[in-house]
């Protein structure tokens, strides 16, 4: 994982770990939360690209924004 990482970092990508104890109520408590607010944050991003979204908004852009919805 580190050297995963490590190559991630000098590409420009990231990396984010998150501990969780395997199997215990408490990690699996924190794991839900975690997951939920990192699909909130993607919902909330797509949102508001959609709704800066104009008439005189270009094709490319659309289809752009339209693949990065699918790819997410």
């Not at 979204?53 to 924004?65: E, N, S, V, Y």
């Amino acid at each position: 994982m580190d050297q995963i990482r490590d190559l991630l970092d000098r590409v420009g990508g990231r990396l984010l770990r998150f501990p969780v104890p395997a199997g215990t109520a408490d990690g699996d408590r924190s794991v839900t939360p975690a997951v939920a607010d990192g699909l909130a944050s993607v919902v909330a991003e797509h949102r508001a690209a959609v709704a800066q979204f104009g008439t005189d908004t270009r094709g490319d852009t659309l289809d752009r924004a339209a693949e990065k919805i699918r790819t997410t």
